[in-house]
């Protein structure tokens, strides 16, 4: 039998090959018989170096001293390293499965589908108003949730919104002047006072049509603030005067990712914002696809609704049906006291924001009062109602139940007291 050292240092040179940094499927290293440790059988070793008597005192030493030496060989790290993430490709599944279906029926890659989806795929019914004004309305039963669109947006901003909330509530959305189908000789003419004016004359057709709803206002952005001050020009009027209608109608307010500090500090950017985009597309489905790609929007299903009614054709091209920086001079005043507004109406109130740094000061602390209900949504841009449209229709069941807000406006429910007397309640 040869000496222990040759015995090490053929080990030594074996190790030393196979620690190469290769990849194979196997090892092609098989041992050799007359190799007194390869000779040693799996069942000659029992628990960490104990081994069964079988095995000479020759062996049992070369076994050690060979285990030494494998701490100081070279071993290749990939080998033990985490395997990369995947890249992201920009490549998604259709959000469309029976797009899918069609594309491979008729042999085409299924791919993202950019077609426009028309606004009776999410509304009911649409009407004029005052021959200029677009509503849209969706739901047969339950209260009305009356939706103000945000700048630059649509009314069929609430489209995916509206469909999602059909099962127990009613919404309508109309177009503010200088949007989608509401255009005008002065549509650049936007002081808030007109905005507001309007939205009422809105808001009285709504509840002519319903007459014995109750109603939620609701605004995004823009919106927003003219929710908060339509709302409380309504239930909190500084002089009396005909409304046209019973403001008991107004059951609550709901507010979507605004807050008048951070939209106030954020004027100065906008209108780079506004002039960084593109300012003109080839097609509908380019401009659905810039939606999407932008993070404008992040639910390709809703940027099908509510991206065409952004744009219009003209000599060819589609460019923005609405232009924000001719009305910049009426940005500041659309946001100024809406906080004030909006904290002081003494109804059911919730604000609802993609991230907490929304939020600014004055709202922060009153929501450390319980002056109003907060809501965080995640996994969303500012267009909450358009990402994330079936999570924010649960909200709004949510505040519905909570506030015990019926579906008509004056339906009055009658309890019997311990002392057997009855007592009727008013929602």
């Not at 090892?27 to 440790?37: A, L, R, V």
């Not at 998604?92 to 069609?102: A, L």
């Not at 009027?237 to 939209?263: M, N, Y």
């Not at 841009?381 to 079936?390: C, L, M, V």
Request: charged share 30%; proline share 5%.
């Amino acid at each position: 039998m040869e000496n222990n050292d040759n015995y090490l240092d053929k080990i030594s040179k074996d190790n030393e090959e196979k620690a190469k940094p290769k990849f194979y499927k196997e090892s092609s290293f098989k041992g050799d018989e007359n190799d007194p440790i390869t000779r040693i059988k799996k069942e000659d070793f029992c628990g960490d170096s104990n081994y069964s008597s079988d095995a000479s005192e020759e062996e049992k030493d070369a076994v050690m001293e060979g285990e030494d030496k494998m701490g100081d060989l070279p071993m290749p790290k990939s080998n033990f390293s985490k395997p990369p993430a995947k890249k992201f490709t920009g490549q998604v599944k259709p959000s469309n499965p029976d797009y899918m279906q069609d594309q491979l029926k008729v042999g085409k890659k299924p791919g993202r589908n950019y077609d426009p989806i028309t606004w009776d795929n999410v509304f009911d019914e649409r009407e004029l108003v005052q021959s200029t004004i677009p509503v849209y309305f969706s739901g047969t039963k339950g209260p009305v949730i009356f939706c103000i669109h945000g700048a630059g947006h649509s009314a069929l901003s609430f489209g995916p919104f509206a469909k999602a909330c059909k099962d127990f509530a009613r919404v309508v959305s109309f177009d503010i002047r200088g949007h989608g189908g509401h255009q005008l000789a002065d549509e650049t003419n936007m002081p808030i006072d007109i905005l507001i004016e309007e939205c009422m004359q809105v808001l009285e057709y709504v509840i002519h049509k319903y007459q014995d709803a109750s109603i939620i206002i609701c605004g995004h952005s823009l919106g927003g603030a003219l929710a908060a001050k339509l709302t409380y020009n309504i239930v909190h009027p500084e002089e009396e005067k005909d409304l046209g209608f019973d403001k008991t109608h107004i059951k609550g307010c709901f507010v979507i990712d605004v807050a008048e500090g951070s939209a106030l500090s954020a004027l100065p950017f906008m209108e780079k914002i506004v002039e960084n985009r593109p300012t003109s597309f080839t097609s509908v489905s380019e401009a659905i696809k810039w939606g999407v790609m932008s993070g404008q929007v992040k639910n390709l299903e809703s940027a099908r609704v509510t991206m065409p009614d952004l744009i219009k054709e003209e000599n060819g091209e589609f460019i923005w049906n609405t232009n924000l920086l001719a009305s910049k001079d009426n940005w500041r005043e659309w946001f100024t006291g809406m906080n004030k507004c909006f904290l002081d109406l003494v109804l059911p109130k919730t604000l609802v924001i993609a991230s907490n740094d929304r939020m600014d000061k004055e709202l922060t602390i009153a929501q450390m009062q319980g002056k109003f209900k907060l809501v965080s949504m995640f996994d969303v841009g500012h267009t909450i109602h358009e990402d994330a449209p079936e999570e924010l229709a649960s909200k709004f069941k949510d505040f519905i139940q909570v506030f015990g807000i019926n579906e008509k406006y004056n339906l009055k429910k009658t309890i019997t007291n311990a002392a057997g007397k009855e007592i009727v309640i008013d929602h």
